[in-house]
């Protein structure tokens, strides 16, 4: 059961990135993540409730909710979604590194807090801050809250931005985390911790990974960054059980608080110099053609990211457009469009919302005719431009592509 859903979360995700564009992904991941988890909770609920459980046993309800979950899935026909190879050239191994340091301050932080709670409370009984606080169903508002913000954050942002937020919040706790179970505050810390860790699930979990590097490895690269997952959650829980296995016994060790608080801040400092560096997405998603060339892929990457940036995609696509509308032109046929008489049949005048104050002052810039404005992105002509802001400048040129677009059909 637990592979199938692995290989069934896998293939959604890697769907979600052949049908959602980068900057809603985001959001997408957030809703699907918060149903699940108030779904689950529903689930809890009814299952503790004697009235339910009079007329269905634990099993035939959870299968009764699936069955009508499939055949809801269904009536939407995902197969019939459209789909695009999307990515962005970069490695997504460089996200993961200091993933690594976040989790390990994250698990440092826990285990120093669970030895040190029980002097500061003195109860030898305390089990975990959780049961201690005990605010029942409250408890996963800031967790569902968190990833929310995760995803539009990470829409909004960018991917960086939001990883940069998180780290920083858990640099926050490592430092600050101290003074507040020090003072009693236990419902604030409580807080604090379900916020950080739902908004890294909701960043790390189904984004980032699949969308950065090859398209074709996309399930692969997510698996292994699954799997260490595990391997971190099964270290968490086997820390904080107790459970011995083949003889030995996962405890902490009892010098642990006096230098693990220490090396939690100074793990979350180091991943968050480290967020430096790391390649940016939005903006820069681009699909591919699903060919296979012989070139060697790191080189075409380095090359992609030195001389394509994210002002430039709106370019190259607004000319892939003209290209594409005039693609059954005749050699002499698109010489006559884009030729020597380019400038009278495309002038500047005719592109709406250009009068002669701002066509001279676009001549003055460089500036010809329609067909030059139609490559150009919004950012490099508002400052080529004085007195043009971004906003108006992206206006002109979808106003300057429609016009060429146009031009090209009616001489086709």
């Known amino acids: ?44 609920y009814l299952d503790s409730l004697v009235i339910i459980t009079a007329f269905y046993n634990r099993a035939a309800l959870p299968a009764l909710i699936s069955l009508v979950a499939v055949l809801i899935s269904a009536a939407f026909r995902p197969w019939k979604v459209a789909r695009a190879s999307l990515t962005v050239a970069g490695s997504s191994f460089k996200y993961f590194i200091p993933v690594t340091f976040v989790l390990g301050a994250h698990l440092l932080w826990y285990t120093v807090t669970k030895q040190v709670l029980p002097e500061i409370l003195e109860d030898p009984s305390f089990v975990s801050l959780s049961e201690t606080v005990n605010i029942g169903f409250i408890e996963m508002v800031p967790f569902v809250v968190a990833i929310v913000i995760a995803g539009i954050m990470a829409d909004r942002l960018g991917r960086k931005t939001a990883f940069r937020f998180v780290i920083l919040l858990m640099g926050l706790l490592t430092i600050f985390g101290s003074t507040l179970y020090e ?91 480290m967020t430096g560096p790391l390649p940016t997405t939005l903006g820069r998603e681009i699909e591919m053609e699903d060919l296979d060339f012989n070139f060697d892929e790191r080189q075409v990457k380095k090359t992609v990211d030195a001389f394509v940036g994210a002002d430039d995609i709106t370019s190259i696509r607004s000319q892939v457009d003209i290209i594409d509308a005039g693609s059954d032109l005749s050699d002499s046929e698109m010489d006559d469009i884009l030729g020597d008489e380019f400038r009278d049949m495309l002038p500047l005048r005719r592109v709406p919302g250009i009068g002669t104050s701002l066509e001279k002052k676009l001549n003055a810039a460089g500036y010809e005719s329609a067909a030059q404005l139609a490559g150009e992105s919004a950012q490099r002509l508002a400052q080529k431009v004085d007195g043009l802001n971004v906003a108006r400048a992206e206006k002109i040129l979808k106003d300057a592509r429609r016009f060429v677009k146009k031009t090209v059909k009616r001489k086709k």
């Open 183 to 273: 003072t009693g505050n236990l419902s604030t810390l409580l807080v604090s911790e379900r916020f950080i860790e739902g908004f890294l699930l909701g960043l790390c979990l189904l984004l980032i990974w699949p969308e950065l590097g090859s398209v074709r490895t996309k399930g692969f690269r997510l698996s292994l960054y699954w799997f260490f997952f595990l391997g971190y959650m099964t270290l968490f829980w086997a820390l904080d059980l107790n459970v011995e296995l083949f003889g030995i016994t996962f405890d902490a060790p009892v010098w642990l608080p006096a230098v693990g608080g220490q090396v939690a801040i100074l793990l979350s400092l180091i991943a968050l110099y």
């Open 1 to 44: 059961t637990f592979g199938c859903l692995a290989l069934m979360l896998i293939s959604w995700a890697a769907r979600i990135n052949q049908s959602v564009v980068i900057r809603f992904r985001g959001r997408t991941v957030s809703i699907f993540l918060t149903v699940a988890i108030v779904v689950y909770s529903v689930l809890r």
